[in-house]
Nanobody
Framework: QVQVVESGGGLVQPGGSLRLSCAVS????????MGWYRQAPGKQRELVAF????????NYLDSVKGRFTISRDNAKKMVYLQMNSLKPDDTAIYYC???????????WGQGTQVTVSS
């Protein structure tokens, strides 16, 4: 059984910070690349951040570079997204996702809602 459970979202003012967490079970975690996606109302789901199996490589959506940091703890089977300097355009449901063999899964969890508003 594979489980991916996101948490840590909430309401924050512009300029604020949140840390999202993703708890993973049911797989050999260190064999999977991981990423955070987000989907805002009326918009396509987009990949926000990527991290390789060991954490040695990361990539980010241009609009979040310098503000968001993805990390992982393979011993705890956790992946995180630290979000700083949040903007209203960051408002979305954020999803944790796995990749194996350069192929992203197409099964999605419940996500966690991030709302940035004054």
């Amino acid at each position: 059984q594979v489980q991916v459970v996101e948490s840590g979202g909430g309401l924050v003012q512009p300029g604020g910070s949140l840390r999202l967490s993703c708890a993973v079970s049911g797989l050999v975690f260190n064999m999977y690349d991981m990423g955070w996606y987000r989907q805002a109302p009326g918009k396509q789901r987009e990949l926000v951040a990527f991290i390789s199996t060991t954490g040695h490589r990361t990539n980010y959506l241009d609009s979040v570079k310098g503000r968001f940091t993805i990390s992982r703890d393979n011993a705890k089977k956790m992946v995180y997204l630290q979000m700083n300097s949040l903007k209203p355009d960051d408002t979305a449901i954020y999803y944790c996702q796995k990749r194996y063999g350069n192929k992203w899964s197409d099964n999605w969890g419940q996500g966690t809602q991030v709302t940035v508003s004054s």
